[in-house]
Each structure stands twice: as structure tokens, then as C-alpha cells.
């Protein structure tokens, strides 16, 4: 019996029905939901589209492939993994905010056509804000703000490439766009740019996501990035500016992961390296290569989450996220620091371990199609990796100098959520078939475990590991310092406020010297006409009969002059 | 700072972080070993990869360099936590110096 609903459709109504219940019921439901929306994905017919009119054009809603149906059972995985480490949460608006947002991804990546894929694209960003803003602090509403107005600005970008796409090509369908539909493609791509983060756009991503709630962070960093991969892969596969765009959006956030004191703002960080690993493959454009970024999407999604969950269990416990604050967590929370090394392992691509599967696909690709310099950027930053998510995050939280800070265990949601993601990275790391069959891409002919590939990546990240105890014990390694280091944003949240409030000071200024200029001008005159007609000036005074008589034969002498000639 | 009361468990002891640190050396010295007497198969070999010990020494001196460079840029980039927050006051335009005394706990 296949139904065939919409598959974002169940998270939608339970996001509705939250409102209504409380207590146990709500647990139920909030555990339920997902469930049954992965049931009904599951029985989803292949191949399925459903159509709607809309003013003249077809729509879309729900189109179902291999690309769709992957980030589908991801985002359900993802949504059901958040929706478990945050059933402590009392604040109702982030359980609707978290369903419908998980929801809206969902719906944007069945999106059959950009229309349908514009509207989730907005309600991506509206439900995720409040997610921001519920943390309460000043710095958060102002970071959920900044965040909104990028993300809503993206939306604006990809309705007005495709309005222009609609032009060139008549047909509202989003398959296959490339570059060269000129501004409508270059719009399009900025759109998707902005959300991936693309260099010069990231920023919203590292200063929203280390302001969230601890549960909403979890949310967060699952989806929005994730949905601009999957609309690359499947409108700019093959686009090799990708290439080297990606091999710098996974270069630079390792400087800044490695100097950074926010434990979540170093994710982030190496949130952008790890989505520069699949832009590359994106750009690549060969099967190998599509597969290997989105596999690595797909377990980044439960990596990462899993790492932003210990991070958020050590926030919700200590209060403290800092670096320079934690420390000697281990002896309180000894199965989060082993969940946490988990993680920590799977981004590194330690072998056994989630990204060890997916990673080395976008490696190969690259030398398989001769990008030798670029292979050699993304070996460093691999082993960058290793250094400050791998070691860098469990290292500062869980050991480095005991903070004296004791705690009591995460509660035991928290902990099951963590649980599950880490027995997925593991799974997968051991069973990759699984995923690999799973690849939009048809077969993959791919085999991560042979010799050559485990004894080099164990060399690499031993060695990444050495220079790290090398560099810690001579003293070279920098210490974590309470800080906040300059980054893109600086243009707009120091350098435009301030030209802009430099220019309302100089327009002040010359608009203050105008009025007083008119202003004494007029006074002048005003006090010139009291002068002259008041009682003793010159044309409001008497005047004797003699001057009179004077003034009187000058003027009839003029006359007679003129008159004569 | 552990509370004096607490008793010293595994990685309170110099000596247990001494062994695993010589566990550590030890393997890693073998799997350099391993490159001189294993021949690697790689599919498409990067020109420079077939170097015994490559992905060893690239591993190191990678992130030997990450740290330093991004030591280097603390000085350039590093402002106060709450420099977006203090209000609007211009200090924190110059690269501002790392003060000594602002080190690890």
C-alpha cells in the first residue's frame, strides 16, 4: 500500500500537533515523528513525482531519485538523532522550530523545481532562526539576526536566477544548470555558495552556530549546509571552478580552528574544511567523485553532529564551551569523552571510522583525473583535520590541565543520541557497502580498505598526532586564549557600522554648518530690516521738511536732465 | 586545579602519560619501517607519494606549519573576546601586540 505522501509532510504536522501536547504525550509524539515519516519515505515509489499547477507553471513538489532519497533517510537519521539529544528541552519553540526545520530540508532536497525549491530554501532559514534566538543572550538575537538576513538574502539571490532561468529556458525545472546560462547560473551558484559556505560568505555559518541553543546547534549544523551540497551535486557537477573553491573553503578554517577558543566555533570551522572535501568532489564531476562528496556529506552530517552533541553535553553540563576554561572532563563525563574521541576519529578518517569511507573517495578522484596540486592542499588539510577537530576538541574539553571543573552525567537522552550517532560512524566505517549502495551514482567500484590506503592514512594522522605532542612539549603549541579573531565578518559587523556611522557623523556635520550658515543669514538680514525701518533707521525714521525739500529739487533736477536729452 | 581530596587516577600520573607517549613513538616508527619493507599499490600514485615515509614526514611538517602560521596570524587577527560587543568604541583597529602574561593556565 504506497501512499506516496509528501515526505516532508509528517514533520510539518507534528511540529503543529507539539503545541498541543506536553509531558509524556510529547515525548511520544516527538519520538514518533520521525519514525513514521523514515516508514513512510521508506515506501516511497522510485521514480515518483507529484505535480501541481501554479499560475501557468507545473510544479514539482516532490520528485523522488537516488540524490533526493539519500539526503532523505540522512536528514530523517540527522532529525531523529536531534530530535533525542534535545527531549530535555522544555522550551516548546524548539521543538516546533526543530521539526519543521528538519521538515524543510527535507522538503527542499525532493524539490523538483526551483520554485518549490525557493520556498523551502526561505523556510529553511525562518524555522532554524528561532533555534539561535532561544539561547537568550544579546549575542544571540544579534547573531540570529545577522544570520536570518544572509540567509533570507540567499532566497533572494536563487528567486531572482531563476526568474532569469525561467527566461532562458521557459521551463521551471531544476535538473542539471552549469555555467552557462551566464548571470541566471552565477546566481544560482551564489545562492547555493552562500549556504555551503562558500569563502567570503562562511561567516554566518561561524557566528550563528556557537551562539545557538546546545540542542539547537545539533539541528543546525545537520541540515542547511548539507541541502546547498546536495543542490550542487545536482546543478553544478562538473563545474571545475568547484575544484579550487572547495580546496580553499578546506584550507583556510584550519588556521582559524586552530587558534580559536570557542570548542563550537572550532567546529564550525572545521565544518567548512569538511565541506570543502565535498565541493571538490562536486566539481570533479565524475561518478567517483559525486559519490565520494555525497557519501562524505552523508557522514559528515553524523560525525560532525555527534562532535557538536559532546560539545553541547559539556556546554549544557559546565556552562562553559571555552578552551581556555575546560579541561580534565574525562573524570565526570567519561562516556561522553569516549563518544567524543568516536567523533573525533571519524572526521579524522582513522580506519574503522566513518570518514575513512567517503573522504578517500574525493582524494582518489582528484589524482584519478591528475589535480596533483590540488590533491597535495587537500592532504593538508586532512591532516589539519586531525589536528584540531581530531585532537584539538576531545584534548582541550576532556584532558589538557584539569579545570577542576566536576560535573554529573549528561542526561540520558544526551547520551543515547550520542550513542546512536557514534554506533553509526562506527557501523559505516565498517560496513561501507551499506552506504555505498545507497550513492546516487550507481555501483561504486571503490574499496577503502586495502593496504596501501590504511598504512598511508595511519601514517599521516601518527605523524599529524606527533607534530601536535612535538609541538606541545617544547612549548610551541599556541595556548588557548580568551579572544575573538578577525575573520570576513569584520566588514560587516566593524568596518561598514563604522563607515556608515562615520558617514552619518561628516553628513551630521556639514548638515549642522548649512542650517547654521542659512540660519545667521537669515537672522542677518532680519536684524538689517530692524535697522532700517525700525524707529530710528534710516527708512522708518521722520525726516525733516528741508531734507525733504532738498531730495525733492535733486529729483525734479535728474528729471529735467533726462528729459533735455 | 584537582580537588586536593580526589585520589590521582590514570593520566594524573607523569609516568602512564610517559608510556603511552613511547607506545605512541614506537608505532609510529613502524609504520615508517613498514614503507621500507612493503611495496604500497596505490591506483594513481601522486609523483611524490612512492617516497618512503611521504605521507609520514607531509603529515608533520603539514601540521607543524598549520600551527605556526596560525600562531603568527594570533598577532594580526586577535582582538579582545568582546570586541564585537564593546561598544562601538574605535580601540582594536591596530594589530594589537599578544601581551606575555596572557598565556595557558
Same mark, same amino acid.
Request: hydrophobic share 50%; with cysteine.
Given at each position: 500500500?504506497?501512499?506516496?505522501?509528501?515526505?516532508?509532510?509528517?514533520?510539518?504536522?507534528?511540529?503543529?500537533?507539539?503545541?498541543?501536547?506536553?509531558?509524556?504525550?510529547?515525548?511520544?509524539?516527538?519520538?514518533?515523528?520521525?519514525?513514521?515519516?523514515?516508514?513512510?519515505?521508506?515506501?516511497?515509489?522510485?521514480?515518483?513525482?507529484?505535480?501541481?499547477?501554479?499560475?501557468?507553471?507545473?510544479?514539482?513538489?516532490?520528485?523522488?531519485?537516488?540524490?533526493?532519497?539519500?539526503?532523505?533517510?540522512?536528514?530523517?537519521?540527522?532529525?531523529?538523532?536531534?530530535?533525542?539529544?534535545?527531549?530535555?528541552?522544555?522550551?516548546?519553540?524548539?521543538?516546533?522550530?526543530?521539526?519543521?526545520?528538519?521538515?524543510?530540508?527535507?522538503?527542499?532536497?525532493?524539490?523538483?523545481?526551483?520554485?518549490?525549491?525557493?520556498?523551502?530554501?526561505?523556510?529553511?532559514?525562518?524555522?532554524?532562526?528561532?533555534?539561535?534566538?532561544?539561547?537568550?543572550?544579546?549575542?544571540?538575537?544579534?547573531?540570529?539576526?545577522?544570520?536570518?538576513?544572509?540567509?533570507?538574502?540567499?532566497?533572494?539571490?536563487?528567486?531572482?536566477?531563476?526568474?532569469?532561468?525561467?527566461?532562458?529556458?521557459?521551463?521551471?525545472?531544476?535538473?542539471?544548470?552549469?555555467?552557462?546560462?551566464?548571470?541566471?547560473?552565477?546566481?544560482?551558484?551564489?545562492?547555493?555558495?552562500?549556504?555551503?559556505?562558500?569563502?567570503?560568505?562562511?561567516?554566518?555559518?561561524?557566528?550563528?552556530?556557537?551562539?545557538?541553543?546546545?540542542?539547537?546547534?545539533?539541528?543546525?549544523?545537520?541540515?542547511?549546509?548539507?541541502?546547498?551540497?546536495?543542490?550542487?551535486?545536482?546543478?553544478?557537477?562538473?563545474?571545475?571552478?568547484?575544484?579550487?573553491?572547495?580546496?580553499?573553503?578546506?584550507?583556510?578554517?584550519?588556521?582559524?580552528?586552530?587558534?580559536?577558543?570557542?570548542?563550537?566555533?572550532?567546529?564550525?570551522?572545521?565544518?567548512?574544511?569538511?565541506?570543502?572535501?565535498?565541493?571538490?568532489?562536486?566539481?570533479?564531476?565524475?561518478?567517483?567523485?559525486?559519490?565520494?562528496?555525497?557519501?562524505?556529506?552523508?557522514?559528515?552530517?553524523?560525525?560532525?553532529?555527534?562532535?557538536?552533541?559532546?560539545?553541547?553535553?559539556?556546554?549544557?553540563?559546565?556552562?562553559?564551551?571555552?578552551?581556555?576554561?575546560?579541561?580534565?572532563?574525562?573524570?565526570?563525563?567519561?562516556?561522553?569523552?569516549?563518544?567524543?574521541?568516536?567523533?573525533?576519529?571519524?572526521?579524522?578518517?582513522?580506519?574503522?571510522?566513518?570518514?575513512?569511507?567517503?573522504?578517500?573517495?574525493?582524494?582518489?578522484?582528484?589524482?584519478?583525473?591528475?589535480?596533483?596540486?590540488?590533491?597535495?592542499?587537500?592532504?593538508?588539510?586532512?591532516?589539519?583535520?586531525?589536528?584540531?577537530?581530531?585532537?584539538?576538541?576531545?584534548?582541550?574539553?576532556?584532558?589538557?590541565?584539569?579545570?577542576?571543573?566536576?560535573?554529573?552525567?549528561?542526561?540520558?537522552?544526551?547520551?543515547?543520541?550520542?550513542?546512536?550517532?557514534?554506533?553509526?560512524?562506527?557501523?559505516?566505517?565498517?560496513?561501507?557497502?551499506?552506504?555505498?549502495?545507497?550513492?546516487?551514482?550507481?555501483?561504486?567500484?571503490?574499496?577503502?580498505?586495502?593496504?596501501?590506503?590504511?598504512?598511508?592514512?595511519?601514517?599521516?594522522?601518527?605523524?599529524?598526532?606527533?607534530?601536535?605532542?612535538?609541538?606541545?612539549?617544547?612549548?610551541?603549541?599556541?595556548?588557548?586564549?580568551?579572544?575573538?579573531?578577525?575573520?570576513?565578518?569584520?566588514?560587516?559587523?566593524?568596518?561598514?557600522?563604522?563607515?556608515?556611522?562615520?558617514?552619518?557623523?561628516?553628513?551630521?556635520?556639514?548638515?549642522?554648518?548649512?542650517?547654521?550658515?542659512?540660519?545667521?543669514?537669515?537672522?542677518?538680514?532680519?536684524?538689517?530690516?530692524?535697522?532700517?525701518?525700525?524707529?530710528?533707521?534710516?527708512?522708518?525714521?521722520?525726516?525733516?521738511?528741508?531734507?525733504?525739500?532738498?531730495?525733492?529739487?535733486?529729483?525734479?533736477?535728474?528729471?529735467?536732465?533726462?528729459?533735455?536729452? | 586545579?584537582?580537588?586536593?581530596?580526589? $585520589?590521582?587516577?590514570?593520566?594524573?600520573? %607523569?609516568?602512564?602519560?610517559? &608510556?603511552?607517549?613511547? *607506545?605512541?613513538? /614506537?608505532?609510529?616508527? #613502524?609504520?615508517?619501517?613498514?614503507?621500507?619493507?612493503?611495496?604500497?599499490?596505490?591506483?594513481? $600514485?601522486?609523483?611524490?607519494?612512492?617516497? %618512503?615515509?611521504?605521507?609520514? &614526514?607531509?603529515?608533520? *611538517?603539514?601540521? /607543524?606549519?598549520?600551527? #605556526?602560521?596560525?600562531?603568527?596570524?594570533?598577532?594580526?587577527?586577535?582582538?579582545?573576546?568582546?570586541?564585537?560587543?564593546?561598544?562601538?568604541?574605535?580601540?582594536?583597529?591596530?594589530?594589537?601586540?599578544?601581551?606575555?602574561?596572557?598565556?595557558?593556565?
Amino acid at each position: 500500500m504506497p501512499t506516496n505522501l509528501p515526505p516532508f509532510l509528517i514533520f510539518y504536522i507534528a511540529a503543529l500537533l507539539v503545541l498541543l501536547v506536553k509531558g509524556k504525550l510529547r515525548t511520544v509524539l516527538l519520538i514518533a515523528a520521525p519514525i513514521l515519516s523514515f516508514a513512510s519515505l521508506f515506501l516511497l515509489d522510485h521514480g515518483y513525482t507529484s505535480q501541481l499547477e501554479f499560475f501557468g507553471y507545473s510544479l514539482t513538489p516532490v520528485r523522488v531519485d537516488e540524490l533526493s532519497m539519500l539526503f532523505g533517510y540522512l536528514f530523517h537519521i540527522a532529525g531523529f538523532i536531534a530530535i533525542v539529544f534535545s527531549l530535555h528541552v522544555k522550551d516548546t519553540g524548539q521543538h516546533v522550530a526543530g521539526l519543521s526545520y528538519a521538515g524543510s530540508a527535507i522538503g527542499a532536497v525532493f524539490a523538483g523545481d526551483l520554485i518549490t525549491l525557493f520556498v523551502f530554501w526561505e523556510l529553511l532559514a525562518i524555522t532554524s532562526v528561532y533555534l539561535i534566538w532561544a539561547r537568550g543572550t544579546e549575542r544571540a538575537i544579534a547573531a540570529g539576526l545577522r544570520y536570518l538576513i544572509i540567509q533570507v538574502g540567499s532566497g533572494v539571490l536563487l528567486l531572482a536566477g531563476t526568474v532569469l532561468h525561467v527566461q532562458q529556458t521557459g521551463s521551471i525545472e531544476f535538473n542539471f544548470i552549469g555555467m552557462e546560462g551566464g548571470l541566471s547560473s552565477w546566481l544560482i551558484l551564489l545562492a547555493f555558495g552562500i549556504k555551503s559556505a562558500f569563502p567570503f560568505f562562511h561567516n554566518w555559518l561561524t557566528d550563528a552556530y556557537p551562539e545557538a541553543t546546545p540542542t539547537g546547534t545539533v539541528f543546525l549544523s545537520a541540515m542547511t549546509t548539507k541541502v546547498a551540497v546536495c543542490m550542487l551535486a545536482r546543478g553544478f557537477p562538473g563545474t571545475e571552478m568547484l575544484i579550487y573553491v572547495g580546496c580553499a573553503m578546506a584550507v583556510f578554517p584550519i588556521f582559524f580552528a586552530v587558534i580559536e577558543n570557542d570548542l563550537r566555533r572550532v567546529l564550525a570551522y572545521s565544518m567548512i574544511n569538511q565541506i570543502g572535501f565535498m565541493v571538490v568532489g562536486v566539481g570533479i564531476g565524475t561518478d567517483l567523485a559525486v559519490n565520494g562528496a555525497v557519501a562524505h556529506a552523508f557522514n559528515d552530517v553524523i560525525f560532525k553532529g555527534l562532535l557538536m552533541m559532546t560539545m553541547g553535553a559539556v556546554l549544557h553540563q559546565t556552562g562553559k564551551i571555552n578552551g581556555s576554561e575546560l579541561g580534565g572532563l574525562y573524570k565526570s563525563m567519561p562516556y561522553t569523552t569516549i563518544l567524543c574521541i568516536v567523533g573525533a576519529a571519524s572526521i579524522s578518517a582513522f580506519p574503522l571510522f566513518s570518514g575513512f569511507v567517503s573522504k578517500a573517495m574525493v582524494m582518489s578522484a582528484l589524482l584519478h583525473e591528475g589535480y596533483n596540486v590540488v590533491w597535495l592542499f587537500m592532504l593538508f588539510s586532512a591532516a589539519g583535520v586531525f589536528h584540531h577537530a581530531g585532537i584539538k576538541i576531545p584534548f582541550f574539553a576532556f584532558f589538557a590541565h584539569d579545570s577542576g571543573i566536576r560535573v554529573s552525567k549528561p542526561p540520558i537522552n544526551m547520551l543515547i543520541a550520542m550513542s546512536i550517532a557514534a554506533a553509526l560512524c562506527i557501523g559505516i566505517g565498517c560496513f561501507p557497502s551499506v552506504l555505498y549502495g545507497l550513492l546516487p551514482r550507481g555501483d561504486v567500484d571503490y574499496h577503502p580498505y586495502d593496504y596501501t590506503h590504511i598504512v598511508t592514512q595511519l601514517q599521516l594522522l601518527f605523524f599529524s598526532a606527533g607534530a601536535f605532542v612535538w609541538l606541545n612539549l617544547n612549548g610551541l603549541y599556541p595556548p588557548e586564549l580568551r579572544s575573538t579573531n578577525l575573520d570576513v565578518e569584520w566588514i560587516y559587523r566593524k568596518a561598514i557600522p563604522w563607515l556608515v556611522g562615520g558617514a552619518g557623523t561628516a553628513f551630521a556635520f556639514v548638515d549642522n554648518g548649512v542650517r547654521r550658515g542659512c540660519l545667521a543669514m537669515l537672522f542677518g538680514i532680519g536684524d538689517r530690516l530692524k535697522k532700517a525701518f525700525g524707529e530710528k533707521g534710516v527708512m522708518g525714521g521722520t525726516w525733516s521738511t528741508s531734507v525733504m525739500a532738498f531730495w525733492t529739487a535733486i529729483l525734479l533736477g535728474v528729471f529735467l536732465m533726462l528729459y533735455y536729452f | 586545579m584537582k580537588p586536593e581530596n580526589e $585520589p590521582e587516577d590514570f593520566f594524573d600520573k %607523569p609516568q602512564n602519560v610517559k &608510556l603511552i607517549l613511547r *607506545v605512541f613513538y /614506537v608505532l609510529s616508527a #613502524l609504520l615508517v619501517i613498514m614503507d621500507f619493507i612493503f611495496e604500497r599499490h596505490p591506483h594513481d $600514485p601522486h609523483p611524490w607519494e612512492m617516497v %618512503p615515509g611521504f605521507y609520514a &614526514l607531509y603529515g608533520f *611538517v603539514a601540521c /607543524v606549519t598549520l600551527v #605556526l602560521i596560525a600562531t603568527q596570524m594570533r598577532k594580526l587577527l586577535m582582538r579582545d573576546e568582546n570586541y564585537y560587543d564593546a561598544d562601538k568604541t574605535d580601540d582594536g583597529e591596530f594589530p594589537r601586540e599578544i601581551k606575555g602574561d596572557q598565556h595557558a593556565h
